[in-house]
């Protein structure tokens, strides 16, 4: 395993997760972000669906994240990111800012 990784990510903030301001609720942001799986693993460019629909500035880059190591991201987000294979994507994680898929570039 690599030091370094880069991701991309979409974020669907939620009104229950401390570091979002959304009135969206927990359930309806998940179903929103299970959509975009959806949409994801059927065909739709991680990065259309990222810049279209992520909650995180980093939309403006299609998710991208850039390069980060171990402990640059929150525990759960990084745990999930550096278990993936490149290529793949996350099922859903939360974190204190909502819901994230991940999908690692390198």
């Not at 974020?11 to 969206?24: G, I, M």
């Not at 609720?25 to 669906?49: C, H, N, R, S, W």
């Not at 980093?58 to 991201?73: E, K, N, V, Y």
């Not at 525990?75 to 859903?92: C, H, I, N």
């Amino acid at each position: 395993m690599s030091d370094q990784i880069r991701a991309s990510h979409i974020l669907v903030n939620h009104a229950d997760a401390p570091q979002a301001n959304t009135e969206l609720t927990a359930e309806d942001a998940m179903a929103q972000i299970v959509g975009y799986k959806e949409l994801i693993e059927g065909g739709t460019p991680f990065e259309q669906v990222a810049s279209e629909n992520s909650d995180c500035p980093s939309s403006g880059q299609g998710g991208d994240l850039g390069s980060f190591g171990r402990g640059a991201m929150v525990p759960e987000f990084d745990k999930a990111a550096f278990e993936l294979e490149v290529g793949a994507l996350s099922d859903v994680v939360e974190t204190m800012f909502g819901y994230h898929l991940i999908y690692r570039t390198e």
